[in-house]
């Protein structure tokens, strides 16, 4: 276990962050432009791994496992979220025969 | 006896309540002679007490105490002195004999009881009006004599014009009443209580001119111009003649329009302590009196010549309360009741004979087929002219000289109006009496004279108005003054504040000397006119001259209170409503009501539909909330 | 006498009129009679000058300060005595008229008398509050359900409107409950709170708009005439003549003595606002072509007048309020009840379509006079009684406001004679032709409400009596806390 926190800590903490911030930041953006039903999942995947990185990160250089805790937490809450956001898309598929967002505009006043 | 005063106006209510109640049950000479035979009981106590009477201190019988909250308390009691003993007089000796005559004129109408019903309870509260013993109890009589000659204008209600008389004349007395009630509740604030023995005594202790004192009678005043017809609240009168007629000559001659008079002679210490207030009634009750007279020459029903003729009579008997003459005043009450409730039935009779017909026009030469009608008329007609030695004379001469006395330019409108007085009721006579038949064929053979429950208590009433004035012969003439010296004890504290008349007996004799003159050359003209020339008032369809027209549409007071009064009140009602009410005020609760409805109607379109747009909105909502964290903290 | 079987008796009645169901009406009368036989009882105990009586006092919910507190002193007993005498009234008006579902109708009246006791007995201001929202809740229903065709609309604005009224007044309850030295809400501790002048001002405006609804004052009367024309008359003969008592009750029992200095602050504004709603209304009611909507615009300023009264607070304008409170209970029930008959047998509300019912229908005229005679206060009817002393204690306040508000004798001769001339007067139509005179139950009612004018017109000491000693106190309660 202090290896691994060791090895951890041999990178800076700042790249961390800068790192999830970027992943991040794609992952935000990638949501922001695409319409793929798919892909947008798949952004949001990156901005929870994004938060998943900074917490291990933090979690190494505070030498607090709970950080760790947490993300284990986001792991299996992502999980059950992909089972039922991708069933979602399939039925989505199913009923329009495409995944693009802007098909699904009936929801409105 | 005194103490059973409350019998007096006790009969007339079990008459009323019989007669109402029995209405359609009881045969209709049983209902006549029960409400006649309640106001004669009345009037044999009332003559009771006038004889057994004696004492200079007004006597008061409590009942029981009406209103007592906090330090108001209002007793229902009866006050018995001079003023209310000649007042039950009248009503009770004059309204027996319209009950009398009632039997007979109302003998055809299906609603026979339902009339001799309301005669009673207006018996019954113009007493309650003269005996009571504060100003609230008077109010009683004040209002209910006002409802019962709404119901009895109204007689015949189903037809809407009489109707809206009815209730015209209501609503104009409620206006006074008005003034009447604001009075009351000063004199309650001022005085600690409404009772005439608790309020003069003390009034009598205050300054000439005191400001409160001003106010009250100034209101008090408002309250009689409604009762008692006078400008600017006169209208009603002329209109209530819709009414049968022994109801105009009982409630709209003798008794209920003279209330204004009672009231302000029973208040006449206040008033004699304001004078603003009695030059205002003289100057008010000369102008009706002239006003009135005016108009009365150009009108063509017999009724409505009456009526005007009763308005400005009342106007005289103002304007020597206005001078402080009350017991003048007072006097010419008396008189008139007599001769023109006589004018009334008179008139009644005419109208009976000619099939209810009240048009002058129509009329002419009923001399020979009215004989006791017209002698006892011809009698009333001297009598109101103010020829001597009748009532009339006697009483307007009396007014007339006190005017004189206080101020020539009033004394000689006075005098004025005294000659279109004997004018206007010649030309009635003239036009109802000389001259040929101007009805129709039909009407003429129906030509009677009236049975004698009619004739009867006209030639009492003409006797009355022909010896009637010798209760008050003035000392110039070699008379005794009774009337003046009967009433003394209640207008004592205005004599001795006002002063007796002091005229040398020259210049009495000057003043009869001229009234009489311009009279007789009014009738002389009156003569001349309607009887040697034969003239005939035109029909309605021709034009008349611009004065005549002014007279003939009296002056054009209903169209002007109907322009400034009823059509704008009318206009601002639907303005209120549709306007401010549904508009306004319920416009603001709905626009309460509303605001959240339209808001959301903005807010709603944000909900797009499109996802792409719903998660830029979130970003923009996590960038702005953590900016706003940076920033901020 | 137990208070809590007056209070209660009309619920076990509601529950009767339900179960028996093919004798609604009659069992409600009964029941409604013997509630009544319970409040003349009381009565007979009762003491004028003896302060509060039949005391009730149970825990209720302990724990938050809340008891079950009620009594009875000189103002209550009145307004007893008027809810549990009206009630068969009203009752009795319904017995020639067919309604669906009968029984659900006579309970729901019950139902609202028994809140309407609460309202008029409670010492606590959480049972003030229960009584006042339960009143509220049946005359919905009644209103919804037998109502006219506008009746949805009408009856959702009636009641958001004096439910946001009343969310004002629970909003001062509670403060008031939270200053109080224990955490109650007994009456006796909301007097005895002396708060500074700025929180009782807006108190006393937490609490005027829950009753200036209720009243109505000008300007927040536009529920009424809606509600009153759309009502079924029964809905309309509770609200006017004793549920809108419940507004100026609460001024007298729950406003001016908590609130003494906040009334001092808004007192002219109040008064002015009263006197205003006077001669507004009248002069709506000009022109009113709607026979129950011109009664409910009449009743807008003879209850302004009342308010007026109280909002004096001298001994005759709240004594003149107290019986004029009787007096319009009366006239107003009265008044509607031949609007009822009218508008029953010709099947319209359009005054310009009657006329001329006088000659075929006597007796109806009779009472509708008579009746309209109270209204119009002419003196030895029951109304004049009360508007003098409202006008003498106005009088008192001010005599351009006493002027003012006294145009509404006049006012009220205007509307009230044209209504009677347009409906009863002049000739016959066609529609009125058949028109068929009072019978049975109506000729009942109506007698009693014309030999109640009358009584209490010409001998109203026994009723001032009631209240006399009770109003004093209060006034001398409230004069004293003002004095320093």
């Known amino acids: 276990m202090d290896n691994i926190t060791a090895t951890i800590q041999v990178v800076p903490l700042n790249h961390y962050i800068l790192l999830s911030a970027i992943i991040f930041t794609i992952g935000v953006i990638g949501v922001l432009i695409r319409r793929n039903a798919i892909i947008i999942f798949m952004s949001v995947e990156l901005m929870l791994n994004a938060v998943n990185l900074l917490l291990t990160a933090f979690s190494a250089y505070s030498g607090d496992a709970s950080g760790q805790v947490f993300v284990f937490f986001i792991m299996a809450l992502a999980a059950a979220e992909v089972a039922v956001g991708l069933a979602i898309i399939v039925m989505v598929y199913r009923n329009t025969n495409s995944v693009d967002i802007n098909v699904l505009n009936r929801l409105k006043w | ?633 | 006498m137990n208070l809590l079987i007056l209070l209660f008796f009309p619920l076990v009645g509601s529950i009767a009129v339900l179960l028996n169901k093919n004798y609604a009406k009659q069992t409600a009368l009964i029941s409604s009679i013997i509630t009544l036989g319970f409040a003349v009882t009381m009565l007979c105990n009762f003491l004028p000058e003896a302060g509060k009586q039949f005391v009730v006092d149970l825990p209720w919910i302990p724990q938050l300060g809340i008891s079950f507190k009620a009594g009875i002193d000189g103002i209550s007993m009145l307004m007893v005595l008027l809810t549990t005498g009206l009630v068969p009234l009203i009752i009795l008006s319904g017995f020639q008229r067919t309604f669906k579902n009968p029984s659900a109708l006579f309970a729901l009246v019950l139902f609202m008398q028994s809140g309407l006791l609460v309202v008029f007995t409670a010492s606590d201001a959480f049972l003030f509050y229960v009584g006042w929202e339960a009143s509220l809740i049946p005359i919905y229903f009644i209103a919804a359900i037998w109502g006219g065709a506008d009746r949805i609309k009408v009856t959702m604005k009636f009641f958001i409107y004096t439910f946001a009224g009343s969310l004002f007044m629970l909003l001062g309850i509670i403060y008031l409950h939270l200053q109080t030295p224990g955490n109650t809400y007994d009456i006796e501790a909301f007097y005895a709170l002396s708060l500074d002048s700025a929180t009782q001002g807006w108190l006393f405006w937490c609490f005027f708009i829950a009753f200036a609804v209720k009243m109505p004052v000008f300007p927040f009367h536009t529920w009424q005439p809606n509600t009153y024309a759309e009502s079924p008359t029964i809905g309309t003969m509770l609200l006017a003549a004793i549920m809108l008592k419940m507004g100026i009750y609460g001024v007298i029992r729950w406003l001016i003595p908590v609130v003494p200095i906040g009334f001092l602050q808004w007192k002219e504004l109040a008064l002015i606002l009263c006197i205003i709603g006077i001669v507004y209304a009248s002069i709506i009611a000009f022109k009113q072509k709607d026979i129950k909507r011109l009664i409910a615009y009449s009743s807008i300023a003879h209850v302004g007048l009342i308010a007026a009264g109280v909002f004096t607070w001298n001994v005759q304008g709240v004594q003149g309020a107290m019986i004029q409170m009787i007096n319009h209970g009366i006239n107003v029930l009265g008044l509607f009840f031949v609007a009822d008959i009218i508008i029953d047998r010709l099947k319209t509300r359009e005054i310009a379509s009657m006329g001329g019912i006088a000659k075929i229908a006597p007796k109806l005229s009779i009472a509708f006079l008579i009746i309209l005679l109270g209204a119009v206060a002419l003196p030895l009817t029951n109304g004049f009684i009360g508007e003098f002393l409202l006008l003498l204690g106005v009088y008192k306040f001010n005599i351009w406001a006493a002027g003012i508000a006294g145009l509404t004798i006049i006012f009220a001769a205007v509307y009230l004679l044209r209504l009677y001339k347009d409906v009863m007067q002049g000739t016959l139509n066609d529609l009125t032709a058949s028109f068929k005179d009072i019978k049975g139950s109506e000729v009942v009612l109506l007698s009693i409400v014309c030999a109640l004018v009358i009584i209490i017109g010409v001998y109203p000491q026994p009723v001032l009596h009631i209240s006399e000693s009770a109003v004093t106190e209060l006034i001398g309660q409230v004069n004293s806390k003002l004095a320093f």
Request: with cysteine; charged share 10%.
């Open chain 2, 1 to 633: 006896m005194i103490d059973l005063v409350w019998l007096i106006p006790l009969f007339p209510f079990i008459g009323f309540l019989i007669c109402g109640v029995g209405r359609n049950v009881l045969p209709k000479a049983v209902l006549g002679t029960i409400a006649s035979l309640a106001v004669i009981a009345s009037f044999s106590f009332s003559l009771g007490i006038f004889f057994e009477f004696n004492s200079v201190e007004p006597v008061i019988i409590n009942l029981f105490d009406w209103i007592k909250v906090g330090n108001v308390n209002i007793p229902f009691a009866f006050q018995i002195d001079q003023l209310s003993i000649l007042m039950l007089l009248i009503i009770t000796g004059i309204g027996s004999l319209i009950h009398i005559y009632s039997t007979g004129y109302m003998k055809t109408d299906a609603g026979y009881g339902k009339f001799f019903s309301y005669l009673n309870l207006f018996v019954f509260f113009m007493l309650l009006l003269v005996l009571g013993a504060n100003y609230i109890v008077m109010f009683i009589g004040w209002e209910g004599v006002g409802l019962c000659s709404y119901l009895l204008i109204g007689f015949w209600f189903t037809n809407g014009a009489f109707a809206d008389a009815a209730k015209k004349a209501f609503i104009m007395n409620r206006i006074g009443d008005l003034g009447f009630l604001i009075a009351v509740f000063i004199i309650i604030a001022t005085f600690g209580s409404a009772t005439f023995t608790d309020v003069f005594p003390k009034a009598q202790g205050m300054v000439s001119g005191d400001t409160t004192l001003t106010l009250i009678t100034i209101l008090l005043f408002v309250g009689t111009t409604g009762k008692s017809a006078q400008l600017p609240l006169f209208t009603w009168l002329p209109d209530a003649m819709a009414g049968p007629t022994p109801v105009s000559a009982l409630i709209h001659a003798a008794t209920m329009v003279t209330a204004g008079i009672y009231m302000i002679a029973r208040s006449n210490i206040m008033f004699s302590l304001s004078p603003i207030t009695m030059s205002i009634i003289a100057v008010i009750g000369l102008a009706t009196a002239i006003i009135a007279a005016i108009i009365a020459i150009t009108q063509t029903d017999i009724k409505k010549v009456l009526a005007y003729s009763t308005v400005s009579q009342l106007g005289y008997m103002f304007l020597g309360l206005g001078v402080g003459a009350y017991t003048a005043a007072f006097f010419h009450v008396i008189t008139h009741a007599f001769f023109k409730a006589l004018l009334f039935l008179g008139a009644g009779s005419v109208i009976h004979a000619m099939s209810n017909e009240q048009d002058m026009r129509n009329m002419g030469g009923l001399k020979k087929k009215l004989p006791i009608t017209f002698i006892t008329m011809l009698l009333a007609t001297i009598a109101i002219s103010g020829l001597p030695p009748f009532s009339g004379f006697f009483s307007k001469d009396e007014i007339l000289a006190n005017v004189f006395e206080h101020n020539k330019v009033l004394w000689i409108i006075g005098v004025l109006g005294a000659l279109l007085t004997a004018f206007y009721m010649f030309r009635m006579m003239f036009l109802t009496f000389w001259g040929s038949f101007r009805g129709t064929t039909e009407q003429k053979s129906h030509l009677h004279e009236s049975p004698f429950s009619m004739t009867i208590p006209l030639i009492i009433l003409a006797i009355l108005s022909v010896v009637g004035g010798f209760i008050n012969v003035p000392e110039v003439l070699g008379g005794g003054h009774w009337l003046a010296s009967y009433l003394a004890p209640v207008f004592e504290g205005s004599t001795s504040r006002l002063g007796e008349l002091a005229l040398s007996h020259s210049t009495e004799y000057m003043l009869m000397g001229i009234s009489v003159g311009g009279v007789i050359i009014a009738i002389g003209f009156a003569y001349f006119k309607y009887v040697k020339n034969a003239h005939v008032p035109i029909s309605d369809s021709e034009n008349r001259s611009a004065l005549a027209k002014i007279s003939y549409n009296k002056f054009y007071f209903d169209e002007f209170y109907a322009a400034i009064i009823t059509k704008p009140l009318d206009a601002l009602s639907v303005f209120f409503y549709k306007v401010v009410d549904k508009a306004g005020i319920d416009g603001i609760v709905n626009g309460v009501a509303k605001a959240p409805i339209e808001a959301s109607k903005g807010f709603r379109l944000l909900q797009t539909g499109n996802v792409g747009f719903y998660i830029f909105a979130m970003v923009v909502g996590v960038v702005v909330v953590l900016a706003y964290s940076f920033f901020k903290f």
